[in-house]
Structures are given as structure tokens and as C-alpha cells.
């Protein structure tokens, strides 16, 4: 997972003032709970939930394609193995 491109995706076009540094970061956590998540069954689905909620608390900050390339990022973070220990 490239965080780098996911920032570039998440904050191209937008003014980084403090909400919208939460905002990102936010979305940035979403993406590593997906990633890092132990729950194998609905990863991506919660992701997409939880997305959901933030883009709904910060109307007309993403359009639809920047809402579709973050759902695509959490399909592919959810895909990725996670680096949980087991034993």
C-alpha cells in the first residue's frame, strides 16, 4: 500500500486546513484498519461504511471519481495480507 498515492488521491485539489488534515487523516486510518485488520470477512465493507460516514460529514470535499479511487484503495488494502502476528 502506497500512502503516498493515497494522499496524492485524498487531498489533490483540496486546502489543508485543520478539518481538512483530520479529514485526510481519517481516511488515511480507515485505509490501514482495512490493511492491518484481523477480521477477514467483511474488511472492506466496514472501510467502505466508515468512508462513507466521513465523506457525508465533509459534503463537496471529494467528487465521485476521488470517492470511487478511495473505494478502489480500500478494495486493494482489504485484497492485501495482513501483517498481523500469528503464531
Known amino acids: 500500500m502506497y500512502i503516498q498515492y493515497i494522499s496524492y488521491v485524498i ?3 483540496l486546502d489543508m486546513s ?3 488534515q483530520v479529514f485526510q487523516q481519517a481516511l488515511e486510518l480507515i485505509i490501514d484498519g482495512v490493511a ?3 477480521e477477514t470477512e467483511s474488511r472492506a465493507q ?3 461504511y466508515l468512508m462513507g460516514l466521513v ?3 465533509n459534503q463537496g470535499k471529494l467528487d465521485n471519481d476521488k470517492v470511487e479511487a478511495i ?3 480500500i478494495q ?3 485484497e492485501a495480507d495482513s501483517p498481523e ?3
Open 71 to 73: 473505494e478502489m484503495i
Open 11 to 13: 487531498t489533490r485539489d
Open 18 to 20: 485543520d478539518k481538512n
Open 46 to 48: 466496514i472501510g467502505a
Open 36 to 38: 492491518l485488520g484481523t
Open 76 to 78: 486493494m488494502a482489504d
Open 55 to 57: 465523506v457525508a460529514d
Open 85 to 87: 502476528f500469528k503464531l
